[in-house]
């Protein structure tokens, strides 16, 4: 089963290595990771997507809670988050098939951001599915060179909640 | 001095612990990192943002080519790539005031993801200062969430080459 985490750390070095280590030495493979800045400069925020079974991410989660750098550790549930995914893509073109890479682009809301003579880049963002789906379609042209960010997610604000209140 | 590096690992658990840990060894910060999969499942692509002396740097990249899993590293030339960074920022809001954060979200081209009652989720895609520009200006209306993807970047296709071959 694939779980989304959320960890708030300070921006120090060596968290990074310490947290990594925790998944490694419990066999999980981190399907993606990023880490940031946040609007405070002392703490990064990480993102991670990891497969393995309910029972383990806990007590994984239990010993990152306990790291003196994290500040706080969430699970996120994947039915009440937005999730986005960055990927820039360069593709191999020729004059013939340029419009076609780029119309391509369009339909999937993608920016072209960089033509060069036999070569084009792509920037794309959205979900996983949809980058993959973009991917996908892409291979036949011949993919050159592709980097993505991984997932970074925020639980949705609370309408229901509200409304309820509202309606009591 | 700000270096960025592009590893393309096999996606394997502990690559991400072996690699984080060299960093930490030698009191690297890692400013931002990720790690996503590639259009070959079995090769991941991380993009590392350090601070460091150019020295050091070198040593730990040829440490990071003698690691088993690792497949190439490259330190990127700043002013000949494409980089991206993404972002989840939520905003406290309240009726009066939306309309006006939707203004400064249109204005940076970030969409609106997401409205509740008494927030609102921006996503923004672009260079780091853009986004850090950004940032500054929401500050006003109290953040309340923010999650960032970090720097991902390619090498710029090689259109001035290609151009002097021509006129030769």
Redesign the interface.
Known sequence: MTHIL?VSVL????V??RI??L??RR?????????????DPNIS?M?IVVRGDDKTLEQVTKQLNKLIDVIKVTELDQNAI?D?????I?INCTRNNRTEIIQIADTFRAKV?????????I?V?GTEDKIEAL?EIL?DFG?K??????I????????IE??NQKIG
């Open positions: 959320s921006n120090k070095p060596g990074l290595s990594t280590s998944f490694s066999n999980f493979n981190i399907d993606s990771l990023n880490v940031g800045e946040t609007e925020r993102t937005v986005r995914d960055l990927a820039l360069r951001v960089d033509v060069a003579y036999d070569s084009i880049m920037e963002t991917i291979k993919i060179d592709i980097v993505r960010t991984g970074i997610a925020l639980n949705r604000g609370q309408v509200k409304k």
